[in-house]
């Protein structure tokens, strides 16, 4: 049974960076394309970045230049290094998995990690 668990969230000034973490577990990871989501209240569930079993990558323009997705097979793990951080990327932060080439699925999904700018 997969399993994604989120670290690294926390509380930043605008300007600053973050870096999350998922560990996968419970599959070949290869197998996937590994997606992070983010929730905030009030508004809709966004689809951030996305990285596929051929590291193709993909990520929402208003993420673009500032965040990266990265993914580690060896170490089941799939990184968001999260730079220029302002207000409006508060939410809740988690990933998600689907069998390549689905990304953009929430099929299999973590708990999240928190994530919040200040001014």
Known sequence: QVQL???GGGSVQAGGSLRLSCKFSGDT????CLTWFRQSPGKEREGVAAIDSDTSKSYADAVKGRFTVTRDN???????QMNNLQPEDTALYYCAAALSP???SERLRGQGTQV????
Not at 29 to 32: E, G, L, S, V
Not at 74 to 80: E, G, P, S
Not at 116 to 119: C, E, F, L
């Open 74 to 80: 060896a170490d089941k793990t799939l990184i968001l």
């Open 5 to 7: 668990v989120e670290s």
């Open 116 to 119: 919040t700018v200040s001014t």
């Open 102 to 104: 689905e990304c953009y």
């Open 29 to 32: 990871i290869r197998r996937y």
